[in-house]
């Protein structure tokens, strides 16, 4: 049977984003607060509806579901085919609770309507890049991200937005196609051995691809042309420089969508596209791949030391963290992988919420700079307790959902070797450090600033905004099983088959 | 003689009956009003698009000797030149109303160029090729300097006229070397001449083909024939410009297909590596040039030498094997670009309604100011640099397609840098529109060129979402070639 939901959830918001575009202006500037509960209405929708993907989702199977196909570009085998298994499950699931959450905290004021429409498309984007299982489409929807991000970090960025978001986009960009250009390849050779064009994953997962163990192979540049794209997306070192730059320029919604859902499309990228279709190339590729997460690991942390902008602070430290989080993926044992995936979601709780709270603290100083605050825990005791416990789960306290992730991924680190593990583990140390010392700087102590006195504490909008997150942030970290179940049937398959990954679709009983 | 050639001739009769008709409406009516006229343009290029409609299910046809052949692929490119044309009249139509040019000259060499673009499109020898060919420059010609009062239009038209009759001149030649060497002008005499004498060419018969590349190179404007561009782009009027940088270019690339793809086909591995060579260079020399303008005409003319460029590497790619997949990949870009440049072009003669609007910085601010044009433009320039959903972005997957099938990787990598490059000037464009702090004066809202803007945007649009059924009427007209 063909399931709409998904289809559902990825047009929902951009219909939203149409409708949003359609409001009249004498309804918007009688109603000012029109536009806003009009965009978190659909917002919220979006999230119920994806919702009843719990409903939906066998989590006893680890086949693709709620499946829906229908033909495009015949010529070329181009299919709008979506469906999801346990891990996009999840992100999508991620991706409909950031965007209420982001939509809600928005104190963006000018040009509000186009802002917040531009979230929606975005939100359509990301759902439709987790759930598309036809390598065109997914490029599509890739692709699809840049144009509203664009937008958002260029109009409604600081002072050196443009930089920053032309760097971004370029950057993007140039992976993408070098990414087109392998899934044009991959078309052609499952034309020549199958006689039909197809860009369907599961066809395409069939494909035999020459490897000889070189660089040059066939495979080993397939894959390297798919894993350039993702490498810049996570971004890892050494294509990390786009991401400091755009979170610094970006307006606290564009960062927490950035760094809470949008660097996890490259992890995904890889467990989904470039981990099964290659697995010689990247069995051939693992140690080099590993290493350069490692030093993602421990130079973002050292880099994170080093800011004294709290925006660039957060975003090195992502950079640190999704080095971890790749490097349990490529371990590739179960505790590895089930961990990555895991911190995928808590990563993107906490960090996202950490540049929520970055962002609630330039509303009212309009500064960034750490030196600039210092004794807030006197002037604004809610936003300093909300601000530890975020804090805490970044730097993975036990019984925060950071701790299990990053527990896992050590485990399945130190399975492989245990010089992973110890490197790896570093994180827990830095991230303290960095993250602590940033906390005591602004948070503790005298107040040096006599502006810092009058400032407000949180606002029931931003408690509103913040309490899912925290709901989630102990939920996830003192009972993980509801979430590791839905998607463990999905993680040991794909341990397990990744050298021969043939994902069926799931037939309902 | 019956009536069957003027059966097939219909669509050329009405496009030359109307221009003819057009000129004498406005010769009698000289106070009048000049919507009629255009209208009546307009209503020719339809009827000629409707007799299209009709000789699309007809066999294919040879007519005058072989001097012009009717077939599919024909009755294409005579839509895109009528489609094409149609829009330019709308574009130049508030220029025309208030009689800032002459109506009647200005409808008649829009038509004549429309006649000639067809006539490229349709001529299977090298004499019809080349009179088509200058029945359509006479035109443009003409076209670029008809704002007689501006200095730099008749500066550019003149230096369009003498460089394009030098080009010409290259063609002429050509065709007199081919003629020496095959005996005949027509197409199917030189393909049988080079099955006959494939082991005893004269040397005169590749020095022919040189140089009618080079009269071609000139037309696509492609590096190092491209001097011209930015100048003859910046001096006409941008409605004629628009109809410059898509008509001109598809009817040369028609012509190109039917001589270089299908005529001489064979003896494409001695001249594929002059096509690679041009298209790298093409794009390169187009990009990098793109980068440094602060004109947006000058711009979109570097622009337009850059998509030359993408259009060669689709035919390097085209072989035997993918020839279908090669041309197609040229047929629709060529609508693809055609919609997004003029529809960007279009925008260029909206803003400039009251004052010219030439430099980009001019259109600061213009994104919120007048949203529809700033939607317009945003669309035209992700399509030009090919983000998906739109036109652009099936083109070049398109010719990306045709480039790694017939294993041209460098040349596929060298255009994926290039489009990585376009990327910064197009986008230069959306930051200035949306993200620069200006003052937009109201713009008189014209509904001729609101139409062009719909047209163009929704059909960029379309193509980009729904490539499949365009992708049948190429393949129908792909097989007219044989």
Same mark, same amino acid.
């Given at each position: 049977?063909?399931?709409?939901?998904?289809?559902?959830?990825?047009? @929902?918001?951009?219909?939203?984003?149409?409708?949003?575009?359609?409001?009249?202006?004498?309804?918007?500037?009688?109603?000012?607060?029109?536009?806003?509960?009009?965009?978190?209405?659909?917002?919220?929708?979006?999230?119920?509806?994806?919702?009843?993907?719990?409903?939906?989702?066998?989590?006893?199977?680890?086949? @693709?579901?709620?499946?829906?196909?229908?033909?495009?570009?015949?010529?070329?085998?181009?299919?709008?085919?979506?469906?999801?298994?346990?891990?996009?499950?999840?992100?999508?699931?991620?991706?409909?609770?950031?965007?209420?959450?982001?939509?809600?905290?928005?104190?963006?004021?000018?040009?509000?309507?186009?802002?917040?429409?531009?979230?929606?498309?975005?939100?359509?984007?990301?759902?439709?890049?987790?759930?598309?299982?036809?390598?065109?489409?997914?490029?599509?929807?890739?692709?699809?991200?840049?144009?509203?991000?664009?937008?958002?970090?260029?109009?409604?960025?600081?002072?050196?937005?443009?930089?920053?978001?032309?760097?971004?986009?370029?950057?993007?960009?140039?992976?993408?196609?070098?990414?087109?250009?392998?899934?044009?390849?991959?078309?052609?050779?499952?034309?020549?051995?199958?006689?039909?064009?197809?860009?369907?994953?599961?066809?395409?997962?069939?494909?035999?691809?020459?490897?000889?163990?070189?660089?040059?192979?066939?495979?080993?540049?397939?894959?390297?042309?798919?894993?350039?794209?993702?490498?810049? !997306? $996570?971004?890892?070192?050494?294509?990390?420089?786009?991401?400091?730059?755009?979170?610094?320029?970006?307006?606290?919604?564009?960062?927490?969508?950035?760094?809470?859902?949008?660097? !996890?499309?490259?992890?995904?990228?890889?467990?989904?596209?470039?981990?099964?279709?290659?697995?010689?190339?990247?069995?051939?590729?693992?140690?080099?791949?590993?290493?350069?997460?490692?030093?993602?690991?421990?130079?973002?942390?050292?880099?994170?030391?080093?800011?004294? /902008?709290? !925006?660039?602070?957060?975003?090195?430290?992502?950079?640190?963290?999704?080095?971890?989080?790749?490097?349990?993926?490529?371990?590739?044992?179960?505790?590895?992988?089930?961990?990555?995936?895991?911190?995928?979601?808590?990563?993107?709780?906490?960090?996202?919420?950490?540049?929520?709270?970055?962002?609630?603290?330039?509303?009212?100083?309009?500064?960034?700079?750490?030196?600039?605050?210092?004794?807030?825990?006197?002037?604004?005791?809610?936003?300093?307790?909300?601000?530890?416990?975020?804090?805490?789960?970044?730097?993975?306290?036990?019984?925060?959902?950071?701790?299990?992730?990053?527990?896992? $991924?050590?485990?399945?680190?130190?399975? !492989?070797?245990?010089?992973?593990?110890?490197?790896?583990?570093?994180?827990?140390?830095?991230?303290?450090?960095?993250?602590?010392?940033?906390?005591?700087?602004?948070?503790?102590?005298?107040?040096?600033?006599?502006?810092?006195?009058?400032?407000? /504490?949180?606002?029931?909008?931003?408690?509103?905004?913040?309490?899912?997150?925290?709901?989630?942030?102990?939920?996830?970290?003192?009972?993980?099983?509801?979430?590791?179940?839905?998607?463990?049937?999905?993680? /040991?398959?794909?341990?397990?088959?990744?050298?021969?990954?043939?994902?069926?679709?799931?037939?309902?009983? | 003689?019956?009536?069957?050639?003027?059966?097939?001739?219909?669509?050329?009769?009405?496009?030359?009956?109307?221009?003819?008709?057009?000129?004498?409406?406005?010769?009698?009516?000289?106070?009048?009003?000049?919507?009629?006229?255009?209208?009546?343009?307009?209503?020719?290029?339809?009827?000629?698009?409707?007799?299209?409609?009709?000789?699309?299910?007809?066999?294919?046809?040879?007519?005058?000797?072989?001097?012009?052949?009717?077939?599919?692929?024909?009755?294409?490119?005579?839509?895109?030149?009528?489609?094409?044309?149609?829009?330019?009249?709308?574009?130049?139509?508030?220029?025309?109303?208030?009689?800032?040019?002459?109506?009647?000259?200005?409808?008649?060499?829009?038509?004549?160029?429309?006649?000639?673009?067809?006539?490229?499109?349709?001529?299977?020898?090298?004499?019809?090729?080349?009179?088509?060919?200058?029945?359509?420059?006479?035109?443009?010609?003409?076209?670029?300097?008809?704002?007689?009062?501006?200095?730099?239009?008749?500066?550019?038209?003149?230096?369009?006229?003498?460089?394009?009759?030098?080009?010409?001149?290259?063609?002429?030649?050509?065709?007199?070397?081919?003629?020496?060497?095959?005996?005949?002008?027509?197409?199917?005499?030189?393909?049988?001449?080079?099955?006959?004498?494939?082991?005893?060419?004269?040397?005169?018969?590749?020095?022919?083909? &040189?140089?009618?590349?080079?009269?071609?190179?000139?037309?696509?404007?492609?590096?190092?024939?491209?001097?011209?561009?930015?100048?003859?782009?910046?001096?006409?009027?941008?409605?004629?410009?628009?109809?410059?940088?898509?008509?001109?270019?598809?009817? &040369?690339?028609?012509?190109?297909?039917?001589?270089?793809?299908?005529?001489?086909?064979?003896?494409?591995?001695?001249?594929? =590596?002059?096509?690679?060579?041009?298209?790298?260079?093409?794009?390169?020399?187009?990009?990098?040039?793109?980068?440094?303008?602060?004109?947006?005409?000058?711009?979109?003319?570097?622009?337009?030498?850059?998509?030359?460029?993408?259009?060669?590497?689709?035919?390097?790619?085209?072989?035997?094997?993918?020839?279908?997949?090669?041309?197609? &990949?040229?047929?629709?870009?060529?609508?693809?670009?055609?919609?997004?440049?003029?529809?960007?072009?279009?925008?260029?003669?909206?803003?400039?309604?009251?004052?010219?609007?030439?430099?980009?910085?001019?259109?600061?601010?213009?994104?919120?100011?007048?949203?529809?044009?700033?939607?317009?433009?945003? +669309?035209?320039?992700?399509?030009?640099?090919?983000?998906?959903?739109?036109?652009?972005?099936?083109?070049?997957?398109?010719?990306?397609?045709?480039?790694?099938?017939?294993?041209?990787?460098?040349?596929?990598?060298?255009?994926?840098?290039?489009? +990585?490059?376009?990327?910064?000037?197009?986008?230069?464009?959306?930051?200035?529109?949306? =993200?620069?702090?200006?003052?937009?004066?109201?713009?008189?809202?014209?509904?001729?060129?609101?139409?062009?803007?719909?047209?163009?945007?929704?059909?960029?649009?379309?193509?980009?979402?729904?490539?499949?059924?365009?992708?049948?009427?190429?393949?129908?007209?792909?097989?007219?070639?044989?």
């Amino acid at each position: 049977m063909a399931h709409s939901l998904l289809t559902v959830l990825i047009c @929902l918001p951009a219909a939203g984003a149409l409708l949003l575009l359609c409001v009249p202006k004498v309804l918007e500037s009688r109603y000012r607060w029109f536009i806003p509960a009009l965009a978190l209405a659909v917002s919220l929708a979006e999230f119920v509806f994806s919702l009843a993907l719990f409903c939906y989702f066998d989590a006893s199977s680890h086949l @693709l579901q709620l499946v829906q196909k229908v033909p495009w570009i015949h010529s070329l085998g181009i299919s709008y085919f979506v469906g999801i298994d346990g891990i996009s499950f999840w992100l999508i699931l991620l991706t409909t609770f950031l965007t209420p959450i982001v939509i809600l905290a928005s104190e963006v004021r000018e040009r509000q309507k186009a802002y917040l429409a531009s979230f929606l498309v975005l939100e359509t984007a990301m759902i439709g890049t987790f759930a598309a299982l036809d390598l065109f489409l997914f490029y599509v929807f890739w692709e699809m991200m840049l144009i509203p991000m664009y937008f958002i970090i260029g109009i409604w960025g600081s002072t050196r937005r443009l930089y920053a978001t032309i760097k971004f986009f370029i950057y993007t960009l140039a992976g993408g196609i070098v990414m087109l250009l392998g899934i044009i390849f991959l078309m052609y050779l499952h034309y020549e051995q199958f006689g039909f064009f197809s860009a369907n994953i599961l066809d395409i997962y069939a494909v035999d691809l020459p490897f000889d163990f070189s660089v040059l192979s066939t495979q080993s540049l397939l894959f390297l042309a798919f894993a350039l794209a993702f490498l810049i !997306k $996570i971004p890892m070192f050494p294509f990390h420089t786009w991401l400091p730059d755009a979170h610094v320029e970006a307006p606290t919604g564009g960062s927490v969508i950035l760094a809470g859902v949008l660097l !996890k499309m490259g992890a995904y990228g890889f467990l989904r596209f470039a981990m099964p279709i290659f697995p010689e190339a990247f069995k051939f590729f693992t140690p080099s791949l590993i290493i350069i997460a490692i030093i993602g690991v421990i130079y973002g942390a050292f880099l994170a030391l080093a800011q004294k /902008d709290l !925006k660039k602070l957060i975003a090195y430290s992502s950079i640190s963290h999704m080095g971890l989080v790749m490097l349990g993926l490529f371990v590739l044992n179960s505790h590895g992988v089930i961990g990555s995936v895991y911190q995928m979601l808590a990563h993107g709780l906490s960090t996202g919420a950490l540049f929520l709270m970055a962002g609630m603290i330039y509303e009212r100083r309009h500064t960034k700079k750490i030196s600039e605050f210092g004794g807030l825990t006197a002037v604004m005791p809610l936003f300093a307790v909300f601000f530890l416990i975020i804090l805490l789960a970044s730097i993975a306290l036990p019984a925060t959902n950071g701790f299990v992730g990053e527990f896992l $991924i050590l485990v399945g680190a130190f399975q !492989k070797h245990p010089l992973y593990a110890a490197l790896g583990g570093t994180t827990a140390i830095l991230s303290a450090v960095y993250m602590l010392r940033m906390y005591q700087k602004v948070m503790f102590g005298p107040i040096t600033r006599e502006v810092n006195r009058t400032l407000k /504490d949180l606002s029931l909008k931003e408690i509103a905004a913040l309490i899912p997150i925290v709901i989630l942030i102990f939920w996830m970290g003192i009972y993980p099983k509801p979430f590791l179940n839905k998607m463990e049937k999905s993680v /040991d398959y794909f341990i397990t088959h990744q050298q021969n990954y043939e994902l069926g679709v799931y037939e309902e009983k | 003689m019956t009536a069957e050639p003027f059966f097939y001739l219909s669509p050329i009769l009405v496009l030359a009956f109307t221009a003819v008709f057009v000129l004498l409406l406005d010769l009698f009516s000289p106070g009048g009003k000049k919507g009629l006229v255009s209208g009546v343009a307009i209503l020719g290029l339809v009827i000629a698009a409707i007799t299209c409609f009709r000789l699309w299910q007809e066999d294919a046809a040879f007519l005058f000797y072989e001097a012009i052949r009717i077939d599919r692929f024909s009755i294409f490119f005579t839509l895109l030149a009528a489609a094409l044309t149609g829009l330019t009249i709308f574009n130049a139509y508030p220029l025309l109303r208030e009689k800032k040019i002459p109506a009647g000259e200005f409808l008649f060499l829009v038509l004549a160029c429309c006649v000639g673009m067809s006539l490229m499109a349709w001529s299977t020898d090298l004499i019809t090729l080349f009179m088509s060919l200058e029945i359509m420059s006479l035109a443009v010609y003409i076209l670029t300097g008809i704002q007689r009062e501006r200095i730099t239009a008749t500066e550019g038209a003149f230096k369009y006229f003498l460089l394009g009759a030098f080009s010409t001149g290259f063609l002429l030649y050509g065709i007199a070397f081919i003629y020496a060497s095959a005996g005949s002008t027509t197409f199917s005499e030189i393909t049988n001449f080079l099955v006959t004498s494939r082991y005893t060419m004269p040397m005169i018969f590749y020095i022919g083909v &040189a140089l009618l590349l080079v009269g071609f190179a000139f037309k696509i404007a492609s590096v190092p024939f491209h001097m011209w561009v930015p100048d003859v782009y910046e001096a006409a009027h941008p409605s004629v410009t628009g109809l410059m940088a898509t008509g001109v270019k598809a009817a &040369a690339f028609g012509a190109l297909i039917r001589f270089f793809l299908v005529s001489i086909f064979s003896m494409k591995p001695e001249w594929d =590596m002059v096509v690679m060579a041009l298209s790298i260079a093409t794009m390169t020399v187009g990009n990098l040039a793109a980068l440094m303008q602060k004109n947006i005409k000058r711009m979109l003319a570097y622009s337009s030498i850059a998509h030359a460029g993408y259009l060669l590497v689709a035919v390097a790619a085209t072989q035997s094997q993918i020839f279908n997949l090669g041309v197609s &990949a040229i047929l629709f870009y060529l609508i693809a670009y055609g919609l997004m440049t003029m529809g960007a072009f279009s925008v260029v003669v909206y803003a400039s309604q009251k004052e010219e609007k030439n430099r980009i910085a001019d259109y600061a601010g213009y994104g919120f100011s007048h949203p529809y044009l700033g939607l317009a433009m945003a +669309i035209f320039m992700l399509s030009l640099t090919g983000i998906p959903l739109t036109a652009g972005f099936i083109g070049k997957f398109y010719i990306f397609s045709a480039a790694l099938k017939s294993h041209l990787f460098t040349l596929a990598l060298i255009a994926l840098i290039n489009s +990585i490059v376009a990327a910064f000037y197009y986008l230069r464009v959306i930051m200035v529109f949306y =993200m620069k702090e200006g003052g937009a004066g109201p713009i008189p809202r014209s509904r001729s060129l609101i139409t062009v803007l719909g047209i163009t945007s929704v059909g960029t649009l379309l193509l980009g979402l729904f490539p499949g059924w365009w992708f049948r009427i190429i393949q129908d007209a792909i097989t007219g070639l044989f």
